[in-house]
């Protein structure tokens, strides 16, 4: 089966899924392409042989769509999600699912009541073949029980839009799914502390910032946010269980020596990390959707972050520990 797929949202991330969908995933095409600049989206449709539509909506409801794929502007989300439950079809949100708990509440309401699984959230990380080799790890038991996590997100550097609550919705809102995901736990509390301000960013702007969060069990994590970092692009991820731990692995490259140094190149870019967990991740959807079943990060897991970003935005600006205050997950969702 070949499954057809609307895409809602042409820019940068759309385009890249779009080119995935049609170059590198299989058993998918493209079929439909919206976005809020119609050249744009002409151009991307014409590129993948699918043609351009005026609304989110129209893509939703088109005949020839069977799954529909949202990369638009994130505050655009809820809608687009929303439609394609009301028509039954499968979709594919990046992150955020959406930009309230109260719109992913209003999902997770649809959803349930629809009665089954439509909605995959895109968090890639889960994809990727570092994270899931320590999540192997983590559920065999072979380090005991986990009791502290130790997370690093590094970027060279942020443009100036850039702001101090970004830290948490567009940066650590990864770790904060990855974490729930390793160890199948809620997170209960968030709290920041701010290390010295580097130079190296601009006025407005908390840089680096250090996550602390304490899940329902009673294990403690610590993010640390530094996205002026200049050198690279690093994440680092470190779970320490009762009886041993275990690391997220580096990229693999080439070693040089020379001059009397040995040393490795540093990814600049988060695409040229998460590459391969995209596509798999892109993959996996599709062939959850040609199999009418519902795989990956679901509405729960968009709402769960989403609460928890608010709650650690709430830390950073009042100095204080602050209750997530998660509802409890529904059974559709265990």
């Known amino acids: 089966m ?10 940068m991330i759309g385009a890249d899924h779009i080119r995935r969908l049609s170059t590198v995933v299989t058993g998918a095409r493209v079929t439909a392409v919206t976005d809020i600049d119609a050249d744009r989206a002409a151009v991307v449709a014409a590129g993948a042989g699918a043609r351009a539509l005026d609304t989110g909506q129209e893509v939703i409801g088109a005949a020839d769509v069977d799954a529909v794929l949202v990369t638009s502007w994130g505050p655009a989300h809820a809608e687009s999600v929303l439609g394609a439950i009301a028509a039954g079809k499968p979709v594919f949100c990046e992150k955020p699912l959406a ?6 509440l209003r999902i997770i309401d649809a959803e349930t009541a629809h009665g089954r699984r439509l909605v995959q959230v895109g968090f890639m990380r889960r994809y990727d073949a570092g994270y899931r080799a320590m999540k192997e790890v983590i559920d065999s038991g072979e380090i005991g029980d986990p009791l502290m996590v130790h997370c690093v997100h590094r970027n060279p550097a942020v443009p100036e839009r850039y702001h101090s609550e970004m830290a948490t919705h567009d940066t650590a ?4 799914d990855t974490v729930r995901w390793l160890l199948d736990d809620e997170i209960v509390s968030a709290q920041v502390l701010t290390p010295r301000r580097t130079r190296h960013r601009f006025e407005h702007l908390q840089d680096p910032q250090i996550m602390l969060f304490e899940t329902a069990g009673g294990a403690r994590v610590d993010v640390e946010v530094f996205v002026n970092c200049q050198y690279g692009y690093d994440i680092q991820c470190e779970a320490v269980g009762e009886t041993g731990t275990v690391r997220l692995p580096d990229p693999s490259g080439p070693v040089v020596r020379t001059a009397g140094r040995q040393g490795s190149a540093v990814l600049q870019d988060w695409k040229d990390r998460f590459a391969a967990a995209y596509d798999v991740e892109i993959q996996e959807w599709v062939d959850a959707v040609a199999a009418d079943t519902a795989a990956g990060p679901s509405s729960w897991d968009g709402y769960a972050a989403a609460v928890i970003c608010d709650a650690n935005v709430e830390a950073l600006h009042t100095g204080r520990i602050v209750a997530t205050g998660l509802k409890d997950r529904p059974d559709f969702y265990a």
């Not at 930009?99 to 992913?104: G, I, K, M, V």
């Not at 809102?173 to 904060?176: G, L, P």
């Open 173 to 176: 809102v990864h770790e904060i």
């Open 2 to 11: 070949t499954v057809n797929v609307g895409v809602i949202g042409a820019g």
């Open 99 to 104: 930009t309230t708990a109260e719109d992913c």
